[in-house]
Antibody, heavy 122, light 107 residues
Framework: EVQLVQSGAEVKKPGESLKISCKGS????????IGWVRQMPGKGLESIGI????????RYSPSFQGPVTISADKSISTAYLQWSSLKASDTAIYYC???????????????WGQGTMVTVSS | DIQMTQSPSSLSASVGDRVTITCRAS??????LSWFQQKPGKAPNLLIY???SLESGVPSRFSGSGSGTDFTLTISNLQPEDFATYYC?????????FGGGTRVEIK
């Protein structure tokens, strides 16, 4: 069974750094793209970007506003989303999701993590 | 960047109704379109992929159609558990953009 398990909720102050994680199991982690999606309170889904753990090829969504870094460590089947300096507007639920293909492909997301709530407040 | 426009943004319906949600892409995306259902406090759940293929375990009252720029999600015989928010997503480009969502509420 494919599973994506995300790290727990975080409460941070503006200006602090943060790295959240998404661990995959039940499949060959390095062979499928992993994406990150933001959902601000009461709002819709926004794609942040995707990473291919096999070679760390990373693509950021042009429409996503906000400096974040996506990375992955295929040796421990884990993807990451990190901020160097958080803002209050980064408050949201962040989901990771597996793309149903690898390499040069056009599949969508088929499995999702449970979400990580990030709260940024002074 | 490919923009996805979903309509309506919300609708009210009764149990047993047939519901149709549309999604339009700003450029052709062939059949690279998925539909998701999201309930409050939960992660999205895949319903339809490749525009019209039903994900395993999803009830057959859900169906998808379309290609190019115009797509439709239909829920026939709406059930109480179907009241939720629905999103389309294009996967033609690596930006993987979502539509704005359609909230299906009880009339």
């Amino acid at each position: 069974e494919v599973q994506l398990v995300q790290s727990g909720a975080e409460v941070k102050k503006p200006g602090e750094s943060l790295k959240i994680s998404c661990k995959g199991s039940g499949y060959r982690f390095s062979s499928y793209w992993i994406g990150w999606v933001r959902q601000m309170p009461g709002k819709g889904l926004e794609s942040i970007g995707i990473i291919y753990p096999y070679d760390s090829d990373t693509r950021y969504s042009p429409s996503f506003q906000g400096p974040v870094t996506i990375s992955a460590d295929k040796s421990i089947s884990t993807a990451y989303l990190q901020w160097s300096s958080l803002k209050a507007s980064d408050t949201a639920i962040y989901y990771c999701a597996r793309r149903d293909c690898g390499g040069d492909c056009r599949g969508g997301f088929d499995n999702w993590g449970q979400g990580t709530m990030v709260t940024v407040s002074s | 960047d490919i923009q996805m426009t979903q309509s309506p943004s919300s609708l009210s319906a009764s149990v047993g109704d047939r519901v149709t949600i549309t999604c339009r892409a700003s450029q052709t995306i062939s059949i690279f379109l998925s539909w998701f259902q999201q309930k409050p406090g939960k992660a999205p759940n895949l319903l339809i992929y490749a525009a019209s293929s039903l994900e395993s375990g999803v009830p057959s009252r859900f169906s998808g159609s379309g290609s190019g720029t115009d797509f439709t999600l239909t829920i026939s015989n709406l059930q109480p558990e179907d009241f939720a928010t629905y999103y389309c997503q294009q996967s033609y480009s690596s930006s993987l953009t979502f539509g704005g969502g359609t909230r299906v509420e009880i009339k």
